[in-house]
């Protein structure tokens, strides 16, 4: 299993970017892909998480109404689209996937069995 990310990068305050993972190497039609982000310092901690069977997404609370997850129609790559960007965003932004969906919960302590990308740079100023 392979999840390579891409779109990270440098934007002012109130800008926008869009992060991609794509998923290699899973199987099954339905698992969780999601996006987690950690700040030097703190926690890894959860933003969005889709489920590739049905759609449903979770969001955590400081990006609802800003921040935007998807998938592809294949349903390997999901997509974080980021509005409104704020300084507080700043951080690595980790794809993930699960076949268990404990990402779900957007909590790391919840996630045991999860695979992950490399991480991609968010940095707004």
């Known amino acids: 299993v392979q999840l390579v990310e891409s779109g990270g990068g440098s934007v002012q305050a109130g800008g926008s970017l869009t992060l991609s993972c794509a998923a290699s190497g899973y199987s099954g039609d339905s698992y969780c892909m999601g996006w987690f982000r950690q700040a030097p310092g703190n926690e890894r901690e959860g933003v969005a998480v889709?489920?590739?069977?049905?759609?449903?997404?979770v969001y955590a609370d400081s990006v609802k109404g800003r921040f935007t997850i998807s998938l592809d129609t294949a349903k390997t790559t999901t997509y974080l689209q980021m509005n409104s960007l704020k300084v507080e965003d700043t951080a690595m932004y980790y794809c993930?996937?699960?076949?268990?969906?404990?990402?779900?919960?957007?909590?790391?302590?919840?996630?045991?069995?999860?695979?992950w990308g490399q991480g991609t740079q968010v940095t707004v100023s």
């Open positions: 889709i489920y590739t069977g049905g759609g449903s997404t």
């Open positions: 993930a996937a699960d076949h268990r969906c404990k990402i779900a919960t957007l909590q790391i302590r919840d996630v045991t069995q999860a695979h």
